[in-house]
């Protein structure tokens, strides 16, 4: 069995982002998954890039920033399914006690506010920018497949200790979500789950029609988020106890409310969404932490890298905290690790 340097566990966009930034700095890398696309969190997520449900913020800041130039240049290239469309962002009528503006905004392209006709009689504040839209039903197969043709193997496998790893290799990468809960006991993880619902583009619809966002209800927040195919219709963001897997749920655990309310929400913001055909109900699991865990701890085998914990933007994230896991094992002096990781696109 030929030596490794890095078993990833959790093939997650979490885990096949970090894996993709060892491997392109060099390192052998293995996956370990007890599930692997189209049966992981990011699965059933549109994806749009906003960092949402999410801390600490002068991290989340950071990451979300180079995730978001990696995306744009994604966006340049066929077959990924990264798309930049216009996002309309209706905000709380009053501004939150001269709360500061996250620094990921002011680096948006195509920023301004809207207008009062753009904004119409029921809002009042707004603004307009340019955002990746990771559609994943063709982003985490391309994902995959840039795995496997840098030589790394997923493998069907689930674990309860890290052990086994560090027997294969003295860096272990933990991006298992929610698993995480039970593999290191940490109670500070909560599953929020997230209903949405899925529709055909409504009859003449165009192209680049633009992201709609409501953030006037910070419970919650209602999102249309047009793809190539269809429409995802957002959302909801409960507390529920853990499920036993990180899988997607079955669409019936979905209440019939929960949907009705967010297409009467989401056709206010956007009538002809009214006209339009029901495809399906999608329900996924947050891992929400109150702060993101991204850190190295010390195995008498090696180093354990924590990447859990990404809350509603584990897409948005992905390859800023991919970054930032090889940067501080960079600072380990691992060998064949340059200090600054390269960003192969
Ligand atoms: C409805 C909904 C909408 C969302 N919309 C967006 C959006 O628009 N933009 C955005 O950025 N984010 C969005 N998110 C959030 C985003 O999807 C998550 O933050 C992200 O997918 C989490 O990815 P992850 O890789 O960390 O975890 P997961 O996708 O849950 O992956 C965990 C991996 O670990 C594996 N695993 C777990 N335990 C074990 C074990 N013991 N042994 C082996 N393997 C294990 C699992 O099988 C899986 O492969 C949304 C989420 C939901 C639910």
Known sequence: MSRLDAIVVG????????????????LRVELWAKDRPPHTTA???AAFWYPFLVNPSARVD???T????????????PGNGVVMREVFELRPDHDDHGAATPAWVAQLDGLRPMTASELGDSHRRGRRFFAPVIETPRYMPWLVERIERCGA???????DSFEPAFERAPIVVNAT????????????????????????????????????????RASTVAYVVPRSGDVVLGGTARPVPPPPTTRPSDPSRASADDVEAIVSRC?????????????????????????????????????LVHNYGHGGAGVTLSWGC??????????????????????AS
């Open 62 to 64: 950071a990451w979300a």
């Open 177 to 216: 979500g929610l698993g995480a809960r039970q593999l290191t006991g940490d109670l500070a993880l909560i599953s929020l789950e997230g209903v949405l619902v899925k529709i055909e583009p409504p009859p003449g619809w165009p192209d680049d029609a633009p992201v709609v966002v409501d953030e006037r």
């Open 11 to 26: 093939a997650g966009v979490s885990g096949l982002t970090t894996a993709h930034e060892l491997l392109a700095a060099g």
């Open 43 to 45: 699965d059933v997520a």
């Open 267 to 303: 056709t206010g913001l956007v009538p002809d969404i009214g006209r339009a055909t029901r495809r399906e109900v999608c329900v996924g699991y947050r891992p929400y932490r109150a702060e993101i865990r991204l850190e190295l701890e010390r195995h008498d085998k090696g180093w």
């Open 153 to 159: 193997k997923i493998v069907s496998r689930s674990i």
């Open 66 to 77: 180079t995730a978001y130039a990696r995306f744009r240049k994604l966006a340049h290239m």
């Open 322 to 343: 991919a970054a930032q896991a090889v940067h501080e094992l960079a600072q380990t002096g691992y060998p064949g690790l340059d200090a600054v990781p390269r960003t």
